[in-house]
């Protein structure tokens, strides 16, 4: 019998069609470990997406209906976005409920091609509702996307909400060296 982690894996590469990398996030003597999951090209050419195994392997109070994993999907090829996101979950797991709305500040940028230094957690864009559901043995996953930002861009969500800024047709959420949208109002 396969385990959760292969479970999930398998569900990842059969939607994936590419060979995934793996970077494994946490200390080599913690268990269970937190591992980047990379795909090059996915869902199109000239994006990289990543995705956390290790999240969802240690339970938060605030998870009733499944736990999540994360994944980022950008148009770069710098692994430096999905192993941010292996960080966060890594050091905020049993933490942090990486619920949708969170917006989680990474300190830092999170590469040295943008400004960004921040995320919010919002539902998948790169992939339909079904696959972003995988049931395991003994939890469900929920897979919730990670889009970074400009610090500046919190304090705007704050003052407009998550949905006015998560709908404006006008950001590229896949674009790492767009322009700042909170300098434009």
Not at 29 to 45: L, M, N, Q
Request: charged share 25%; glycine share 8%.
């Amino acid at each position: 019998m396969q385990s959760w982690a292969e479970q999930y894996l398998n569900h990842l590469d059969e939607n994936a069609g590419v060979e995934p990398e793996f970077f494994r996030v946490s200390e080599p003597d913690v268990f269970p470990p937190v591992t980047i999951v990379t795909y090059r090209g996915v869902p199109e050419d000239g994006l990289i997406s990543s995705f956390t195994l290790g999240l969802s392997a240690v339970a938060h109070p605030d998870w009733k209906f499944g736990r999540p994993e994360l994944c980022i999907s950008v148009e770069s090829q710098d692994l430096a976005w999905g192993l941010a996101i292996g960080e966060m979950a890594y050091k905020l797991r049993g933490k942090g409920p990486f619920c949708y709305g969170e917006i989680i500040r990474f300190g830092t940028p999170i590469s040295k091609e943008s400004e960004m230094s921040a995320f919010f957690i919002f539902a998948p864009s790169i992939m339909d509702k079904e696959l972003s559901e995988v049931q395991l043995p003994d939890w469900k996953v929920n897979i919730a996307q990670m889009y970074p930002i400009y610090l500046g861009e919190v304090d705007l969500i704050e003052r407009i909400g998550l949905q006015d800024f998560f709908l404006n047709k006008k950001i590229d959420f896949y674009n790492v060296k767009r322009e700042d949208v909170s300098k434009r109002t």
